[in-house]
């Protein structure tokens, strides 16, 4: 199993939908998880951290799974700048901070 | 926030050069630095990490002689792929660690080997 898994879609909804997207991850012992957004050819930029059960912030909702080791993110109301790649990203074992990312899961939001 | 700074965000070179990328953390000091690649349609695959006046520890299957990275200071971690080639064409992102939990990343480099 790899380390962290993501479908990669792309999800492909209209405006005003709700979306949600799952990442796997095989580490049980990680502790804090990360959702990132990527626009085509930029720098992932923070969206979201998740440190217990879950994190909410506006319209984007982020939440932990342990027994079944997901996170997933929640966007309700979906705008056409939502469009982008989201990742996921674990910190690698060993306790030390080392960003794992996802392959990304790409989001379409259309007219 | 804390800002990270990549530098050049684009480069062209011949085949056989060698091209050199600065990563330089603005308004904090990293002691640890993370270098990317990120080849199309795949995710951010970990390179290396570059500890502040050590040697960088490089992911199985990244050649360190290929991929030279240099942490000298605390606030500049530069990454040097020698004789570069068509196949190392790619992105290349370099994160700096803020905390335990958070990292920050710059804006890329667009690598194209001609």
């Known amino acids: 199993r790899k380390e962290v898994e993501q479908d990669p879609g792309p999800f492909n909804v209209p405006e005003g939908a709700t979306v949600a997207f799952n990442c796997t991850y095989s580490?049980?012992?990680?502790?804090?998880f990360f959702w990132y957004r990527q626009d085509c050819r930029k720098e992932p930029k923070l969206l979201m951290s998740v440190y217990s059960s879950g994190n909410e912030d506006g319209r984007f909702t982020a939440q932990l799974n342990r027994a079944s080791q997901y996170i997933s993110l929640l966007i309700r109301d979906s705008k056409l700048s939502d469009s982008a790649t989201y990742l996921c990203v674990v910190p690698q074992a060993g306790g030390s901070y080392i960003p794992t990312f996802g392959r990304g899961t790409s989001l379409i939001v259309h007219p | 926030g804390a800002v990270v700074s990549q530098h050049p965000s684009r480069v062209i070179c011949k085949s056989g050069t060698s091209v050199k990328i600065e990563c330089r953390s603005l308004?904090?000091?990293?002691?640890?630095m993370f270098w990317y690649r990120q080849f199309p349609k795949q995710s951010l695959m970990l390179m290396a990490t570059?500890?502040?006046?050590?040697?960088?520890?490089?992911e199985q299957g990244v050649e360190k002689d290929k991929f030279l990275i240099n942490h000298a200071s605390l606030t500049l971690s530069t990454l040097t792929v020698t004789s570069a080639h068509p196949e190392d064409s790619s992105f290349y992102i370099c994160?700096?660690?803020?905390?335990?939990?958070?990292?920050?990343f710059g804006q890329g480099t667009r690598l194209t080997v001609v």
């Open positions: 570059s500890n502040e006046g050590s040697k960088a520890t490089y």
């Open positions: 580490n049980s012992a990680s502790q804090s």
């Open positions: 994160s700096a660690r803020v905390s335990s939990l958070e990292a920050f």
């Open positions: 308004d904090f000091q990293a002691t640890t």
